[in-house]
């Protein structure tokens, strides 16, 4: 019973010093307990009240939780809109999906803390397209809002908390409360919910049962903002800039389909190498610049940032004698051009240093079809690719190459938008955390009827280098 040190080392890891528990069973969810084989002890660990309220959370997951006595009272029998027992211990927030897989990534954690904050479950309204990519992340139990929640089927009769806000039914009584709101957060919808920071909005909302969000944004510095959260979040995250770190690694783990293939590719092509390299290439606009100026750009940014080494001469058949290192460069895009040029270019060429570059593009689906199952698999797989590199270099404004660096624990480089022929100068520039870009954040303060600027608020809160009003933790 005396567990030597390693022992203990490894047990801490392989738990992700805490964050995650033994108890579930491996051979379902087989990434859980081997992701730490393949990526590197975060130098991040949870606070100990971090740790404390996910098993706190886990408990009442377990007892509120899809098919328990409660969860069949309230989000069975609500179906009918019926008032609800106001007494009830249980309160929900369901999560629906918006947007590409990146942004469902991220609003995800982002409802996740909110149901911790408040002492809700998340359930979360999954679809065929995304069955297949995540394992179950609380222990026995389940995050999948069964099929016969009423907003499955309509979802016009749900009131709305905009429309709450705008008739001002917001100060009735407990008894005229709605047991079913949808609170939408969505980056496009622009009205009331400039105001689901303020701490008024937050106490309607706790008052309401079950809240459905529909959301494709990171909105987590908004819950930084909101007074009566604060002590709860600076003792779960003194370091700040770990909110989706921890949090992604806790509920995101690849399922075994997966897994394999991220297995399987890493184990073929990265593992070996001596350093990897990873390049998230996405193009929003294609005519704003054409492949090449962003193949330029990319060189251009892993020159001055040593990432890659400049070219030497052609290649000749006389291969060197000394033992060499090699890099790996995986590239992640939806366009083949991308790792085609630099493959042929580190093909043809020798490197000063002499190092061996190989460079990698796992798929190249051409566009975005974030409905399709097999897409977002390999979507998934990517991403979580790139967070195994030791290095990346990421796209300007781009959820996919957030949730991969922050999974990572790394500061991508972030490129520039090019357009046209010219290359921007400087081609990238480091973020200033890893932590996700919150792209659409609120733009008003909470009493007076005025614009804020909440960086001079909020000096963990600083605006982000890819997009003039994002906001970003730091
Ligand atoms: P964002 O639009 O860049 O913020 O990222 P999202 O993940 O929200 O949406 C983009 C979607 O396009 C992804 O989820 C994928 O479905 C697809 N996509 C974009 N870039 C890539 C890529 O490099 N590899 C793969 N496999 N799919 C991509």
């Known amino acids: 019973n005396d567990l030597s040190p390693s022992t203990t080392t490894i047990a801490n890891e392989k738990l992700l010093d805490g964050l995650i528990v033994s108890t579930f069973e491996e051979a379902s969810c087989l990434s859980r307990y081997q992701s730490y084989l393949y990526r590197k002890a975060s130098p991040h660990k949870p606070s100990k009240y971090l740790i404390s309220k996910l098993r706190n959370y886990e408990r009442l997951h377990r007892s509120c939780g899809p098919h328990t006595k409660s969860y069949n009272k309230i989000m069975s029998k609500g179906a009918n809109f019926s008032k609800i027992n106001a007494g009830t211990k249980c309160k929900y927030l369901v999560w629906t999906a918006s947007n590409g897989l990146g942004n469902r990534m991220l609003t995800l954690a982002a409802a996740f803390l909110y149901a911790i904050l408040t002492d809700r479950v998340l359930v979360v309204r999954f679809g065929a397209d995304m069955f ?43 008894e005229l409360l709605p047991p079913f709101l949808i609170l939408n957060l969505v980056h496009s919808h622009d009205g009331h919910n400039n105001f689901f920071h303020c701490d008024r909005s937050q106490d309607l909302l706790q008052k309401i049962p079950v809240l459905i969000l529909r959301s494709d944004q990171y909105f987590v510095p908004s819950l930084f903002m909101i007074h009566s959260f604060g002590k709860d979040l600076s003792k779960m995250f003194p370091e700040k800039d770990t909110v989706f770190h921890h949090l992604g690694r806790y509920l995101f783990h690849p399922s075994n389909e997966a897994w394999e293939l991220i297995r399987k590719f890493y184990e073929a092509h990265l593992a070996k190498a001596n350093e990897r390299i990873g390049l998230q290439i996405r193009v929003f606009n294609t005519h704003r610049a054409p492949h090449q100026t962003i193949s330029n750009e990319i060189v251009a940014c892993t020159l001055k940032h040593k990432l890659l080494p400049e070219l030497g001469m052609q290649k000749s058949v006389d291969s060197p004698l000394k033992k060499q290192t090699s890099k790996a460069v995986l590239v992640a895009s939806l366009y083949s051009e991308y790792g085609e040029k630099l493959r042929t270019m580190f093909q043809e060429n020798t490197t000063v240093t002499g190092e061996i570059i190989r460079v990698y593009q796992p798929s190249h689906e051409e566009r975005q079809k974030s409905n399709n199952d097999k897409h977002n698999i390999k979507a998934w797989t990517e991403i979580y690719l790139l967070s195994l590199c030791d290095a990346l270099i990421t796209s300007p404004k781009s959820t996919f190459g957030y949730v991969a660096q922050s999974l990572g624990g790394l500061t991508p480089w972030i490129l520039q938008r090019a357009k046209g022929q010219t290359v921007p100068n400087p081609p990238c520039q480091r973020a200033k955390s890893m932590e996700p870009c919150f792209h659409y954040p609120p733009k008003f303060d909470c009493w007076a009827n005025s614009t804020v600027d909440f960086t001079s608020r909020f000096h963990h809160m600083k605006y982000c280098e890819d997009t003039t009003r994002g906001l970003r933790l730091v």
Request: net charge negative; hydrophobic share 30%.
């Open 132 to 174: 297949g990519l995540f394992c179950e992340p609380f222990p026995d139990s389940s995050w999948l809002l069964p099929r016969d929640f009423p907003y499955w089927k309509d979802q016009t009769q749900i009131e709305t908390h905009e429309n709450m806000l705008m008739n001002n039914k917001a100060n009735g009584s407990q």
